[in-house]
């Protein structure tokens, strides 16, 4: 199974991904890893008319303790948590109840 | 789209349509057809192969995503057609495969396990392999391939 036809863009900054989403509207989507909008797409539950790639923008995927709490990039993927550190239900708590 | 991709050290260069997935351009491109298709729905593991050397679902990813990056599939891992791979030879040794369908991508996700985590205990091989479907084995003898190949790379 395939996904239904598209066009593919690539951006290499986040100036040039905001700015090809403001030219493609609602008819572009952003591509990370994909692994759930292909599956969805294969299936025609999204039919996206283009595809904007946002794979490579390494500076969107960090872990970052900034004091007050935890800033994590939207690109970080599962697998980059610190190994063997679980999530901080404790710290995420105390956020939720500011 | 104009792809161009490094196949277990060879380049491979294409035009394909946008939509192309990885293990098809892998497949039919690349012409090397041991990475299977499975499910389709980056559910069962068949199709994973190292992306610059982390596993990924190649029937989830687009070929585009991988221009310009290196790919490495079930046919790169030994040194010359005439070996095996440790972690191929170990899959052999303790009967990790029955029908054979899942060894392509048990095998990838094994050899990214293992350049992680060279001594995995058995619950972290079970979860590493948690993304790979076997209908035949019952998991327990490629658990143990898993842990034999970690063993013969250590030294000592």
């Not at chain 1, 986040?14 to 797409?41: I, N, Q």
């Not at chain 1, 294969?42 to 283009?50: D, M, Q, Y």
């Not at chain 2, 012409?31 to 029937?59: F, I, P």
């Not at chain 2, 001594?119 to 998991?139: F, I, Q, S």
């Amino acid at each position: 199974v395939i996904p239904a036809p598209f066009t593919y863009q690539r951006a290499w900054s986040v100036d040039e991904a905001l700015d090809l989403a403001t030219r493609g509207g609602d008819d572009a989507k952003f591509l990370a890893g994909g692994h759930s909008l292909l599956p969805l797409m294969k299936l025609r539950l999204a039919v996206p008319e283009i595809l904007i790639d946002i794979g490579r923008l390494r500076e969107l995927s960090y872990i970052r303790d900034d004091g007050s709490h935890i800033a994590v990039g939207a690109l970080t993927s599962h697998h980059d948590r610190p190994a063997g550190q679980r999530p901080a239900p404790a710290r995420a708590r105390r956020r939720a109840d500011r | 789209v104009k792809v161009t991709v490094t196949v277990n050290g060879s380049q491979v260069a294409a035009e394909v349509a946008d939509r192309t997935l990885l293990v098809h351009f892998i497949r039919e491109q690349a012409h090397l057809t041991a990475t299977n298709v499975g499910c389709d729905t980056s559910s069962c593991g068949a199709c994973t192969v190292l992306l610059d050397g982390q596993s990924v679902k190649s029937c989830t990813v687009l070929a585009a995503q991988a221009d310009g990056r290196t790919v490495q599939t079930v046919e790169g891992l030994a040194s010359s057609p005439d070996e095996l791979h440790p972690v191929q030879r170990a899959f052999r040794a303790e009967h990790a495969l029955q029908c054979g369908f899942c060894t392509p991508g048990m095998v990838m996700a094994t050899v990214s396990l293992l350049a992680e985590n060279a001594d995995p205990t058995e619950e972290e091989v079970r979860t590493a392999l948690e993304g790979n479907l076997c209908r035949c084995t019952g998991y327990h003898n490629i658990v143990r391939a898993v842990l034999a190949a970690a063993s013969e790379r250590r030294p000592g």
